[in-house]
């Protein structure tokens, strides 16, 4: 697990340029300006999540591994509702409009992140004995084993990716990607 983390920290690393730049990527790909602009504006603002993600992966497998799976399944419930009251707040209460849903996003998945976190460090005793320099041990060989894993998943979230980047080049490309996101 630990050795997950680090490899998914770098990769978040590694790609948070194109979080940054998401606009003129888009752009440069094509895309409505006015999609690109907001698109932009979203992924700059949801960058905690995809740290949080290197965090709630990791663990999320370890739980798995350790038939665990129900604690998920309650966290998985609870941040829903959680979820929902918090847009209920932020886009009703303060109206944000669109920055409500990436500061909900953020929020709700380090939430998951932090108590899957806390579960397993306080609740799987017999497979965590705590943080180890030993998950620097063989990293290059964890990484060669993960890649491939890694390509696929990247695969398939690139190609609805492309799918959304494609519809932006129908008329009226606003209500084609935004009937999309419904899907």
């Given at each position: ?7 998914l920290?770098?990769?978040c ?15 440069l ?5 006015e999609i690109a ?18 965090i709630?992966?990791a ?5 798995q ?21 918090i847009l209920e ?6 109206g ?11 929020i ?5 992140s932090?108590s899957?976190?806390v579960?397993v ?12 320099w ?10 060669k084993l993960?890649f ?19 519809t ?5 490309p606003v209500?084609a990607?935004?009937s999309?996101?419904?899907?």
């Amino acid at each position: 697990m630990q050795r997950s983390w680090i490899i998914l920290l770098g990769a978040c690393i590694l790609l948070l340029p194109i979080y940054i730049y998401s606009e003129p990527i888009l752009i440069l790909l094509g895309q409505d300006h006015e999609i690109a602009e907001l698109a932009g504006t979203f992924t700059i603002q949801s960058i905690p999540q995809m740290f949080s993600l290197a965090i709630n992966f990791a663990t999320q497998k370890f739980l798995q591994a350790q038939s665990r799976v129900g604690i998920l399944a309650w966290l998985g419930f609870a941040s829903l509702i959680v979820h929902i009251c918090i847009l209920e707040i932020l886009i009703k209460l303060l109206g944000w409009g669109t920055a409500s849903a990436a500061a909900a996003y953020n929020i709700t998945v380090w939430g998951i992140s932090l108590s899957q976190l806390v579960y397993v460090v306080n609740c799987c005793t017999e497979g965590w004995k705590g943080l180890s320099w030993l998950a620097f041990k063989d990293l290059w060989n964890f990484v060669k084993l993960s890649f491939g894993s890694a390509l696929m998943l990247c695969l398939e979230i690139w190609y609805f990716m492309i799918l959304i980047v494609l519809t932006g080049h129908l008329d009226n490309p606003v209500i084609a990607v935004g009937s999309l996101s419904i899907c």
